[in-house]
């Protein structure tokens, strides 16, 4: 198996657990006072300031907007976004005072305690979700900020698109991606890229990731999908077993413009509708469509407070009342997903022989290639039992790894190395599906610099919790 690094990267969810949705817990817990300690005293510096009566306040304390959280699903003390430090700017020093206005513009209540060296507050451990926030930009500032960058990169530019002389050919670029995969893989790949104009493009990311970095764009940079053609959007369960809709691949997430996830999909739209309609106007209504909701729902957005936005999820019911037509085939679609059990899964993938359940072959979509007893499986497990939360540690240990084969998943991702992991629980038996998928760069790298990743695996997983409404409680990473 031909490789071009001796350690390969993982990332990996279970997919496949989607079950009916059961009510979760309607408490929100209390939100903690936040401490920022005081600068070192300045002796030199002396400023006369006028008496004023300040509440005798020992930590600086964050009040907590006074909106109900989301039924059924409760608010976490420490978001995931915390763990995508890496990638974020270091917050500027900024006066205390003014920090409070910007705090109490996004409507929060702000108890400053006065420091010796000038209300200046400076970035420290513990506390960079607070500070974060202190050195964003007002609603305002961002308004105003967001445009002057509109004249880098005006809105009537940006259906305009001149392929450079120099130009790499797309087949280049495609082999090239290729390198690393799994060889024996790499022809089925292409072989279902060829099948439409969709399927190709489902298969090219690279290939419009490249394009697009010769396009303009505002500067404006977010976490950004890197493939979100449509049908990397659906429904599956989350961990509290209730159905939602939102982006579902996270192989090329990486921080990038935010057109190039818009441009994505609403290219993907076209190119699906001339499939169903032909080349005529109404395969541009779709995306037509998918701006404007687009532009509306970030308006929307804008005017909501930060919680708000952080626990948003999409309303299947106003999915559903799209259309009449779209509403019947909607309708369908959500017995399908409830019907896609775990345990329907594993019935339909594995069998029981001589008392043991193992994966079906099934060549050259499911091939066993590995033994569970293979130390590097062991040490690959490990490490990945590692990277979830304490919780989900105790609920993980409660199973035990009996079968493992390898996979064919996607267009794109075909000849990745993708397992899937068959585990029992040991007293009852019953069954655990896990998916190992293989993290290389993401296309986007290549074009947007300042972000370095020590492991694939680790961004993807990053990526996804900051950008999925609820991620599989599974969801780690490991190397190997």
């Known amino acids: 198996m031909a490789s071009n690094s001796k350690n390969k990267k993982h990332s990996k969810k279970d997919s496949l657990k989607k079950n009916s949705a059961q009510d979760a817990s309607k408490k929100s817990p209390k939100v903690k006072s936040l401490k920022v300690a005081d600068e070192p005293h300045v002796k030199d510096a002396k400023v006369k300031t006028p008496k004023v009566k300040t509440p005798k306040v020992k930590d600086l304390k964050v009040k907590e907007p006074q909106e109900k959280a989301p039924k059924g699903k409760p608010v976490d003390q420490t978001p995931d976004s915390a763990q995508t430090e890496p990638i974020r700017a270091a917050a500027p020093l900024i006066p205390a005072r003014v920090a409070a206005a910007r705090l109490e513009e996004d409507g929060l209540d702000l108890l400053l305690r006065p420091s010796a060296t000038g209300h200046r507050m400076r970035r420290g451990t513990g506390n960079s979700a607070v500070l974060n926030l202190l050195g964003g930009m007002t609603r305002s500032e961002r308004a105003k900020d967001g445009k002057s960058k509109q004249l880098t990169a005006p809105i009537e530019g940006q259906g305009v698109w001149t392929a450079s002389p120099l130009r790499e050919s797309p087949v ?20 279902r890229m060829l ?18 970095a010769t396009t303009k764009s505002s500067q404006i940079e977010v976490q950004a999908c890197g493939d979100a053609h449509l049908l990397n959007f659906g429904l599956f369960g989350t961990p509290e077993r209730n159905l939602t809709f939102d982006v579902n691949d996270f192989d090329e997430t990486h921080p990038g413009p935010w057109e190039w996830d818009v441009k994505r999909l609403c290219t993907s739209l076209v190119i699906a509708a001339r499939e169903y309609h032909g080349d005529d106007d109404q395969h541009l209504d779709p995306a037509r469509a998918a701006s404007i909701a687009y532009r509306e729902n970030m308006e929307r957005y804008s005017k909501m407070a930060r ?17 009449p037509d779209f509403a019947s085939s909607f309708a369908k679609s959500l017995k399908k997903v409830g019907r896609r059990t775990n345990k329907g899964t594993t019935e339909k993938m594995t069998e029981v022989i001589n008392g043991k359940r193992r994966l079906i072959d099934d060549p050259p979509l499911i091939t066993h290639v590995s033994d569970i007893e293979d130390p590097n499986v062991v040490a690959s497990i490990a490490r990945y039992r590692d990277t979830l939360d304490l919780e989900r540690r105790y609920l993980f240990d409660q199973y035990q790894l009996v079968d493992i084969a390898r996979k064919v998943v996607g267009i794109g ?48 997983v990053h990526g996804q919790r900051l950008m999925q409404a609820a991620s599989d409680m599974f969801l780690g990473w490991t190397e190997n």
């Open 307 to 323: 919680l708000d936005v952080w626990y948003e999820r999409t309303d299947l019911q106003r999915i559903s009342d799209v259309s």
């Open 195 to 212: 099948a439409t104009p969709f399927t190709y493009f489902r298969g090219a990311p690279a290939v419009m990731a490249s394009d697009l």
């Open 172 to 191: 280049t670029t495609i082999e090239r991606s290729s390198e690393g995969r799994v060889p024996e893989l790499v022809p089925l790949r292409y072989g």
């Open 413 to 460: 991702s075909v000849g990745t190395r993708a397992l899937a992991a068959l585990f029992v629980s040991r007293d009852a038996g019953d069954p655990l599906l896990l998916q190992i998928k293989e993290a290389i760069p993401s296309v986007l790298a290549p074009h947007v610099t300042g972000h370095e990743f020590k492991h694939e695996g680790e961004r993807v």
